[in-house]
């Protein structure tokens, strides 16, 4: 058996063998866990990855604590908690590789961490530590490990398999998973790899795009709100219509050039350019009558007055557009307090567009899932498998694509076994 190769040089061994049980392209989240529990299951794997540095998504997540699982996906309806042409999809993985059997390996290996929000799991140190016990459990499956290491042409042959050229030479195995990840974070290192071996065997790929990125605005209707980045609210906010209406109760933030936070980013995987978005700035108060009773006993500033719901700066903002309400409440019109309650429950605007790729901390779309199978991740294509971003399921906020990252690997690398 092959031991774990770090970054950098190989064996002497590896000089020697270059067939193996599995190759794996892709050392993130997915790729890593794969790998490790195809080895720990017997597979001779080799590990393949064209980055100098491993697992930079794992490393910057969670703000460099990783926001590894979340505690709260709904086991009996997992695929609410994703986006994609089929998001039912991922129910068998995430049914079989649940929250809690991550969690078990966290905890074996000693890895101190605490829940932070809606189930959200984060390390209480930093994420090298989800980084190292990926690599631990690599070791303990005898991975072979070549990074940096850069694909070039994958060739398939009948009963034979795949042989892949690559920087440090020709390797070969019957079966090949891919785990390359989306266009997400081109800075360390996102490509479209994985869209393009999907297309060389004629598997369809769902058109990638952005998600949960934040989202940009244009134009004078934002102009009196351009000045208040650094400002985060709690908000409810949707988008869509009937059935495809969505909506969240999270924290806004507001930017230089647009919204971002946890509202925002959520709400971006269901957004579709050219659709509003409907905010409520003070969710669960009846603002129409908390402005009716306060002209009734109060002669303070419409925006004092508003302050009590939303931050002043927000409040200034909105009575700075309106001649007619910047004096006393008890002085305003019915009609115009009215308005201003109006939008404070509902405001609709129309993002112009996202942040793009560079900001997204996720790819949405990918490889189509009717091109897979859901038990097993493998394509259409014999031998060839997709599993994590690169595959068209995206979780929501909070640990659920890194969850959807260890189920479908898991769900692979058992597979792999079984053909053994």
């Not at 997204?360 to 899932?369: H, L, P, Q, R, S």
Request: glycine share 10%; aromatic share 8%; with cysteine.
């Amino acid at each position: 058996m092959l031991g774990l190769q770090s970054i950098g040089g190989e064996s002497a061994n590896m000089e020697v063998n270059r067939v193996f049980d599995a190759i794996v392209i892709g050392a993130g989240a997915a790729g890593l866990f794969c790998a490790a529990h195809a080895g720990q299951r017997g597979l001779r794997v080799l590990l393949l990855d064209h980055n100098e540095r491993i697992a930079e998504k794992i490393r910057i997540s969670g703000g460099g604590r990783a926001n590894f699982t979340n505690r709260d996906l709904d086991l009996r309806a997992p695929q609410r908690h994703f986006v994609g042409d089929n998001p039912h999809f991922c129910r068998s993985a995430l049914s079989r590789y649940t929250p809690q059997h991550f969690i078990g390996l966290v905890e074996k290996h000693g890895i101190a961490y605490h829940e932070k929000h809606k189930g959200q799991l984060f390390c209480d140190g930093p994420s090298q530590q989800i980084i190292d016990m990926l690599l631990a459990e690599c070791a303990a499956g005898n991975v072979a490990h070549w990074q940096p290491c850069k694909v070039g042409e994958v060739q398939f042959e009948a009963g034979e398999g795949y042989r892949l050229q690559t920087s440090r030479g020709e390797v070969r195995a019957p079966r090949l998973v891919v785990a390359t990840g989306g266009l997400s974070i081109p800075q360390i290192g996102a490509s479209d790899f994985g869209y393009r071996v999907a297309a060389q065997f004629g598997l369809r790929v769902v058109a990638p795009r952005p998600a949960l990125v934040p989202l940009t605005f244009a134009g004078e209707g934002w102009a009196p709100y351009a000045d208040l980045a650094g400002l985060a609210l709690p908000v409810q906010i949707e988008t869509g219509a009937k059935k495809e209406r969505m909506s969240f109760h999270e924290d806004l933030l507001f930017t230089h050039r647009g919204l971002s936070g946890p509202a925002v980013l959520q709400i971006s995987s269901y957004w579709k350019p050219g659709s509003p978005l409907t905010l409520d700035f003070a969710p669960g108060v009846q603002v129409d009558a908390e402005l009716r009773d306060a002209k009734a006993r109060s002669k303070k500033r419409i925006a004092n007055e508003l302050a009590q719901w939303v931050p002043a700066r927000l409040a200034d903002a909105w009575v700075g557009q309106d001649a007619a309400l910047a004096r006393p409440i008890n002085e305003a019109a019915d009609k115009a307090l009215a308005q201003l309650a109006e939008r404070i429950g509902r405001w609709q605007i129309t993002p112009s567009g996202t942040e793009g790729y560079k900001k997204a901390e996720v790819t949405a779309g990918g490889i189509d899932t009717r091109e897979l199978s859901s038990q097993t991740m493998e394509s259409k294509q014999p031998g060839l498998y997709f599993i994590g971003e690169v595959v068209d399921v995206t979780g929501w906020l909070g640990g659920y694509n890194f969850q959807w990252a260890w189920a479908s690997a898991h769900a692979c690398a058992e597979a792999l076994a079984a053909q053994q």
